[in-house]
């Protein structure tokens, strides 16, 4: 897995910028629940072959929890989250998904063997990796979608970063550090915890640190601009 | 330089953070303006040699506007910023700055090519990129920061090299070198990694979100969203 706190800290950056009026550290703390709870998939590892970066990393129950809480605050008449918590509560709720969504499951998809996009429905490993550039030799370069032509049969084959399914793939994490066949014969298990595993990572996990501290150091703004 | 798109994608990621009541259309341009500004040294890179990642990329710049802005607006009697800006002014330009610093600059120095931080005090490109573990078996392992690493640099982080040794290849100025090279290849990076793409498309959304142009229609939403986030 990315590390969790570097989740964490592109998710304070995200969260910081959408929450507006309901920033707080109360809203803070349930976004950061939001994005340590998918890990928990790495403890269904030793019971179910591939559960980590499937059962809490996908777009399906995310896209699931959108219609749901659409469906409650727009279309039903009355809507139990904002009954129970009131429009902040739903604000911080819509906060929450785009932040699993955007600093959670997507920053994993680019990252290792990627995450189980579209399970339960479908079940396969996608990894986002590639570049786009336009080049004046070769114009416009992308490599994340492989599209390859078959000159004798004309078949198309586009691959999208498929890395396999839940049966042939195993990301690590520090319930299950290796492969689980691995470990069963291992003497001693290394469990690693990653804070940071590339520059960039650290890059955003300062981000998320830098944007709360420059919250925190802001003047309030004056009284005559509430108007 | 990272790709110009991603250090806009970061500013404007800022510009929603901080901005606060002084956030519309023309304070995130600003913010999002000063992102991109530093790359503008690889132009410069045309005529002077190295200067891709040099002439902007270091900490003197943003040191020295850090101490103007603060001496304007805390320590002098009369601001000037603030008495032609306002509040939103002085704001924007606290943002602006981090822009430029944080997603302008920082990207830079986290990963290839680096950034010649000390310059002109020093000439020396470093780069903060190796990992930060903790393992059962051989407790903390740090690879960003290392006390002997061999280059050119005082600062205790992986240095690349120097102006003379170490050319930054751009779309402006493909080899890096102060000649203009005008049939050579040319590449603009749009981005350059999976991460990337996931700030760009994580930036769009947020602002996307943020400005909501699909309600502007319906008159009273975004009134009630400014008086709530004018509260703060």
């Not at chain 2, 970061?10 to 304070?27: I, S, Y």
């Not at chain 2, 003197?60 to 306002?86: K, Q």
Request: glycine share 8%; no cysteine; charged share 20%.
């Amino acid at each position: 897995m990315v590390s969790s706190i570097v989740h964490a800290g592109f998710a304070l950056v995200l969260a910081a910028g959408l929450l507006k009026g309901s920033y707080d550290r109360r809203a803070l703390a349930v976004v950061l629940a939001v994005v340590l709870l998918p890990e928990a998939d790495s403890f269904l590892g030793p019971i179910m072959s591939g559960a980590h970066r499937t059962v809490g990393h996908n777009f399906v129950f995310p896209a699931a929890a959108a219609f749901l809480i659409y469906y409650d605050t727009r279309i039903r008449e009355e809507s139990a989250i904002r009954e129970r918590v009131a429009d902040r509560g739903v604000r911080i709720a819509w906060v929450a998904l785009f932040v699993h969504l955007f600093a959670h499951v997507s920053l994993d998809w680019a990252h290792l063997d990627g995450v189980n996009v579209l399970w339960p429905l479908h079940d396969s490993f996608f990894r986002l990796e590639g570049e786009l550039l336009w080049s004046s030799a070769d114009g416009l370069v992308q490599t994340f979608v492989d599209i390859d032509l078959n000159p004798e049969t004309g078949d198309r084959r586009v691959d999208a970063g498929s890395t396999g399914t839940t049966q042939s793939v195993h990301v690590n994490n520090p319930v299950e550090p290796d492969d689980p066949e691995t470990l069963e014969g291992a003497e001693t298990i290394d469990r690693r915890f990653p804070v940071a595993g590339r520059g960039w990572r650290l890059y955003l996990l300062g981000l998320g640190v830098f944007t709360v501290v420059a919250r925190r150091l802001q003047s309030d703004p004056p009284a005559e601009s509430a108007e | 330089m990272a790709p110009t798109l991603l250090n806009a994608a970061l500013g404007a990621l800022l510009a929603a953070a901080l901005l606060g009541p002084a956030f519309d259309g023309r304070t995130v341009a600003v913010v999002v303006a000063a992102a991109v500004l530093p790359n503008l040294d690889a132009v410069a890179s045309l005529v002077v040699t190295g200067a891709t990642n040099t002439l902007l990329h270091n900490v003197w710049i943003p040191l020295v506007l850090v101490g103007l802005l603060y001496w304007d607006t805390a320590l002098s009697e009369r601001s000037a910023l603030r008495e032609r800006y306002g509040w939103r002014g002085v704001r924007t330009a606290w943002v602006a700055l981090a822009g430029f610093t944080a997603a302008g600059v920082a990207p830079d120095l986290f990963g290839t090519p680096g950034a010649n931080l000390l310059y002109p005090l020093e000439d020396a490109y470093y780069v903060v990129d190796g990992l930060l573990l903790f393992s059962t078996q051989d407790g903390i392992v740090q690879t960003f920061v290392s006390a002997t690493a061999e280059g050119p640099g005082v600062l205790p982080f992986e240095s690349l090299g120097t102006t003379e040794t170490h050319s930054i290849s751009t779309w402006v100025n493909p080899d890096g070198r102060p000649d203009l090279a005008l049939g050579s290849e040319r590449e603009f990076v749009v981005v350059d990694a999976g991460w990337q793409a996931v700030v760009v498309a994580s930036a769009l959304a947020s602002i996307a979100i943020r400005f909501r142009p699909w309600a502007r229609v319906r008159t009273g939403d975004t009134a009630e969203d400014s008086a709530t986030e004018a509260s703060r």
